[in-house]
């Protein structure tokens, strides 16, 4: 059995993945990135362009983040990429996981609105908030919107099924 670090197991609770053995988190802790990582991308080529299109074209799949078990983008690993390296399935999104997906559509929205309406400034801002939150995802796993909702709420209790 592979074991992995507290601080990655607090890191990948915090999002709301409870219930998980050492050896599945240490096999799905990078690919748990990959949906953040082309979030990441897309938003920083909408930066880039200053272009209110491309950054709302990503906000259904934020949404859809939301509200499904998991992120539309995770189609590339569980239907591909986990066949080709053998790796189990992601598990379903936590709530908290969930509430990340809610503030990139939020951030994203009015993002795009602000573009579209002259007030890129603001765009830019909103825009640069969900790179930023996405590289710190990608970077240590730390999601920014699970961190600040387990200093409001408490930690996620995985002994009591509070994920």
């Avoid at 939301?66 to 379903?92: E, M, T």
């Avoid at 790179?131 to 970077?139: D, K, W, Y």
């Avoid at 961190?147 to 002994?159: K, N, P, Q, S, T």
């Amino acid at each position: 059995m592979t074991n992995i670090s507290s601080v990655k197991r607090e890191r990948i609770e915090a999002q709301g993945f409870c219930g998980l053995d050492d050896n599945l988190l240490v096999q799905i802790n990078y690919p748990l990135r990959l949906a953040p990582a082309i979030c990441m991308t897309w938003t920083s080529i909408g930066i880039l362009l200053g272009s209110p299109t491309v950054i709302g074209a990503l906000v259904p799949f934020a949404v859809l983040g939301a509200v499904l078990p998991g992120h539309p983008f995770d189609v590339i690993y569980n239907f591909g990429l986990r066949h080709i390296f053998k790796r189990p399935a992601l598990p379903r999104y936590g709530k908290r996981r969930r509430l990340a997906c809610v503030a990139a559509s939020t951030a994203l929205t009015v993002s795009a609105l602000s573009f579209q309406f002259g007030i890129s400034p603001l765009g830019y801002v909103l825009a640069g908030m969900v790179v930023a939150g996405t590289l710190l995802n990608v970077s240590t796993g730390i999601c920014p919107p699970a961190a600040i909702a387990g200093v409001i709420f408490g930690r996620v209790d995985c002994e009591q099924g509070l994920g």
